[in-house]
């Protein structure tokens, strides 16, 4: 038996990103509480405290992100990447307990309305703050895709369900203002609570598809089997190939079955240039291969997957 492993490069630092979510947040804050002391309106009121939810949020994140780009060590031989995981977790959650607050003040208000103030500075004050979470929101999803971080993703997906909270809420504003229905502002900011409970549901599934070892998407796998099958013949075969995910890299570990009389060396150059040949397609790949010979049968006691 021989194993042979081709490891990945490892995960980059992207903290700067975290410190510009921290940087946003506390910027959205300061305006969304400003606007909503100018008009007294619920919904910017849960708009705001969204924004608190969303610095709370880009802690964890960058505090994820700092761990995750720790190398592997004697306690944690695969790495630290699954810490991502836990961000976008709690980022899930956090968008829960923003929706339940933002019902609860709605409610309260729909019981008792009250007529807005100063709309119109309120309204500039709103927009200038969503447009800036819109702008780290797609910087955010778009750093996270490119470089496979569902922190960041998550992270930009916060922020983006608060740009569209931001946007329920000065509609419901400018309803207010132009009918004079005190009681569309809490409800459109129920509404919009409603809607953000389904970014924190996706989000919390996200994280636990990764914390499970979900394997990698099917056409990644399709991929990986081709290879595998160009290399196949006469003389050698594979079975048991399997793929998972975690954080920024993945894993793909199969049994690479050779000639009886091969000796170490052929196996493990063989092996060597597969591992070679994916990771070339599949920079973020750690491969693992057992080497078998073809005709003993134990190399076929296990089940194929």
Same mark, same amino acid.
């Given at each position: 038996m021989s194993?042979?492993?081709?490891?990945?490069?490892?995960a980059p630092d992207l903290s700067r990103y975290g410190w510009l979510a921290v940087a946003t947040a506390l910027a959205t804050i300061a305006l969304k509480a400003g606007a909503w002391l100018v008009t007294g309106s619920v919904g910017?009121?849960?708009?705001?405290?969204?924004s608190i939810v969303n610095l709370v949020a880009a802690v964890?994140?960058?505090?994820a992100l700092k761990i995750a780009v720790k190398p592997a060590d004697a306690n944690h031989n695969f790495g630290h990447t699954k810490a991502e995981y836990f961000s976008a977790a709690v980022e899930g959650v956090m968008i829960f307990i923003a929706a339940i607050s933002i019902g609860i003040f709605a409610v309260q208000r729909l019981l008792v309305p009250q007529p807005l103030e100063a709309v119109g500075v309120g309204l500039a004050i709103s927009v200038v703050a969503s447009v800036l979470n819109g702008a780290v929101a797609l910087l955010l999803i778009?750093?996270?895709r490119r470089h496979h971080s569902i922190a960041l993703k998550a992270d930009g997906k916060h922020l983006m369900t608060d740009?569209?909270?931001?946007?329920?809420v000065l509609a419901g504003i400018v309803l207010v203002w132009l009918t004079g229905w005190d009681w569309?502002?809490?409800v459109i900011a129920i509404a919009v609570g409603v809607n953000i409970l389904f970014a924190g549901y996706a989000l919390v599934q996200e994280?636990?598809? @990764?914390?499970?070892?979900?394997s990698l998407p099917e056409e990644d796998n399709e991929r990986l089997r081709?290879?595998?099958?160009?290399?196949?013949?006469?003389?050698? @075969?594979?079975?048991?190939?399997?793929?998972?995910?975690?954080?920024?890299?993945?894993?793909m570990e199969f049994h690479l079955l050779v000639p009886d009389e091969w000796s170490v060396k052929q196996g493990h150059d063989f092996l060597e240039d597969l591992s070679d040949e994916i990771v070339s397609e599949f920079p973020r790949m750690t491969v693992t291969g057992h080497i078998e010979p073809i005709n003993d049968a134990r190399s076929y006691s296990h089940a194929d997957l």
């Open positions: 194993l042979s492993s081709q490891q990945s490069t490892g910017l009121l849960a708009d705001a405290a969204e964890v994140a960058l505090i778009r750093a996270g740009v569209w909270t931001s946007a329920g569309l502002d809490p994280s636990t598809a @990764g914390l499970m070892d979900v081709a290879i595998l099958s160009s290399r196949a013949g006469a003389e050698v @075969g594979f079975h048991l190939m399997r793929t998972r995910v975690s954080g920024t890299r993945q894993f």
